[in-house]
């Protein structure tokens, strides 16, 4: 059997796990991450981290096969962070594979996050037993991967897609990346409670208002789906438009990569059928040729924050198969 280890990079904790080959988790633990104390302080808890997860399994160095890395931000082929805007400015281009290979002794391996948890979901979550799939994090913003044939679609230049930027509509909203319109800027979490506040404001009458002790700023991504179940008018409007955005920028994505499963992640899928039931009709709606051509099924995703720590661990895997193709 061969092991992993396997770093995801959060913004409040760097989690680090053992992975087998199979993509089981066997071991984790999880530390602060000191992006204050700058990157030295950081690089020094991710080695030691990765050793106190060895010495948990009672695994000596030689039976890890290697080390993988999810980093919050776009990453190089050649194993080079581009940027980390949440990190701070020392990773920008920053030769991380390199820095870690020669602190741990064994090879390094790096992707974007996102990309890593879709990986995760796919080796081992929701979509094991499936060889490709779209990944969408419905978070602050949209986090999402491609996963082809077994491994990260990290395209020719590795940074891999960014399924949250492309242009949904255009002159739309302004979005956090410079551009307008971007998909996150209507299907986000962030996007969902600027979407019900804007209808509370129209709507002095819902239910909604109660929800927050009238306090606006007290909206969240469950207020809508709480005041909805409860059969306020409002929040059913301000549901269907959001889920109707989200099923046409799926089966937008799904007509052009034709996966054979779409996984959803992040808060707002805690909603469970409440969000997949209408999810998956809205895809249908905006499918090509829906009639006769099945449009992949919408699920949700099931390993949480460890689909990040899976999926870096087996980033080594999944440069083998890639380079099957
Ligand atoms: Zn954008």
């Not at 974007?112 to 978070?139: H, K, P, Q, R, W």
């Amino acid at each position: 059997m061969r092991y992993f280890i396997g770093i995801d990079i959060g913004g409040t904790n760097i989690a680090v796990g053992i992975v087998d080959e199979h993509g089981t988790l066997v071991q984790k633990l999880s530390v602060p991450t000191r992006s204050a104390q700058g990157l030295d302080a950081m690089l020094e808890d991710m080695v030691s981290a990765c050793n106190a997860v060895r010495e948990l399994a009672g695994m000596k160095k030689e039976e890890i096969s290697s080390v993988g890395i999810g980093v919050p931000g776009p990453v190089t082929r050649e194993g080079v962070v581009i940027r980390a805007v949440n990190l701070g400015t020392e990773w920008s281009n920053l030769n991380l594979s390199a820095v870690m290979s020669s602190a741990l002794g064994m090879p390094v391996y790096l992707a974007n996050d996102a990309d890593c948890a879709a990986l995760g979901e796919v080796i081992s979550g929701a979509g094991a037993n499936c060889n490709s799939a779209l990944m969408i994090t419905l978070g602050t913003g949209i986090g999402g991967g491609f996963i082809v044939d077994g491994h990260i679609f990290s395209g020719c230049t590795g940074q891999g897609t960014e399924p949250g930027h492309f242009t949904f509509l255009y002159g739309g909203e302004p979005c956090s990346c410079g551009k307008r319109g971007c998909f996150e800027r209507y299907t986000s979490a962030t996007a969902l409670i600027q979407q019900t506040k804007r209808a509370m404001e129209q709507h002095l009458d819902s239910k909604m208002w109660a929800l927050v002790d009238n306090d606006i700023d007290a909206v969240n991504g469950k207020v809508p789906f709480d005041a909805a179940k409860m059969g306020d008018e409002t929040a059913k409007a301000v549901l269907e438009q959001y889920v109707d955005y989200m099923g046409m920028g799926i089966a937008s994505m799904t007509d052009t990569f034709r996966p054979e499963l779409v996984i959803i992640g992040g808060g707002i899928s805690n909603q469970g059928d409440y969000l997949m039931i209408p999810l998956n009709a809205a895809i249908r709606k905006y499918a090509f040729a829906s009639d006769v051509i099945a449009p992949p099924p919408a699920v949700r995703a099931t390993l949480g924050n460890d689909a990040g720590i899976i999926g870096a661990a087996m980033l080594e895997v999944s440069a083998e198969k890639a380079s099957k193709q």
